[in-house]
């Protein structure tokens, strides 16, 4: 039944039932807690699904305590070496950057990404996640000099693990041209902006959100590259859709 009410959990979120689904979580959560013994994978399962519910109502010292709770489960199951307990790391990473305290945040990712490279290589999806999220705390901070390179490496490992024309991969290449744009390389700001912008138009359409994200760092680009009417018409662009 709790698997059922997680499941719902999930679905209600999507529906945009969110105090519904919060609710349906804690459930579950409230189930397996009277029904299994402790330490139980199971809970850790539920703790992370409530974090999020958690998380989509603001609520973020509580969904806070729901991972490290899990984190802890994980950690006494598994040992110190393991997929599940990078995994709940980084998701403790990952709530750490939402409340701001970053270089918490960051310790917490590069913790889960050497412990994925020595668990599951060099080439695993859960590689390019962390590479990805070590290069989006320090681009949201400005730091783009520092995001770029972990973009870039995320990279190919996006290619190989989704195929060439997934959203992810080129949403990750419009970050990684919208860092070179910041760093002021403009001619390799450009092709990389163009080919992820096209591409997006491509598998998602004009109107979706990273798609009209895209189109803004190109605006943003030309404009700082002093090519105001390049930047006109795509800012034109993205008023019509």
């Not at 020595?118 to 962390?130: K, P, T, Y």
């Not at 760092?217 to 034109?236: E, H, I, K």
């Amino acid at each position: 039944m709790a698997s059922s009410l997680d499941v719902l959990a999930l679905i209600r979120s999507d529906q945009g039932r969110r105090p519904e689904a919060l609710e349906t979580a804690q459930r579950a959560l409230e189930i397996r807690r009277e029904v299994l013994e402790q330490p139980h994978n199971d809970i850790a399962s539920s703790l992370n699904n409530l974090a999020v519910h958690l998380m989509d109502a603001g609520r973020l010292e509580e969904a806070e305590a729901m991972y490290r709770e899990a984190l802890e489960i994980r950690r006494a199951l598994v040992g110190p070496e393991h997929p599940l307990l990078a995994t709940s790391i980084h998701n403790l990473g990952a709530i750490l950057k939402e409340q701001r305290r970053d270089d918490e945040a960051l310790a917490l990712y590069r913790e889960a990404y050497e412990m994925r490279r020595r668990v599951l290589g060099e080439r695993h999806l859960d590689i390019a996640l962390s590479l990805s999220s070590m290069g989006a705390l320090h681009q949201e901070r400005g730091r783009f000099a520092e995001a770029l390179p972990l973009f870039v490496e995320s990279m190919p490992i996006w290619r190989e693990g989704l195929g060439p024309k997934h959203g992810l991969v080129f949403k990750t290449q419009g970050l990684v041209g919208e860092c070179l744009s910041k760093l002021k390389r403009f001619a390799e700001a450009e092709r990389e902006l163009r080919e992820a912008y096209d591409g997006l138009r491509e598998v998602a359409g004009d109107s979706h959100s990273e798609t009209r994200r895209v189109r803004g760092f190109l605006a943003s680009m030309y404009s700082d590259w002093g090519r105001p009417a390049d930047a006109a018409r795509y800012a034109a662009a993205d008023t019509a859709s």
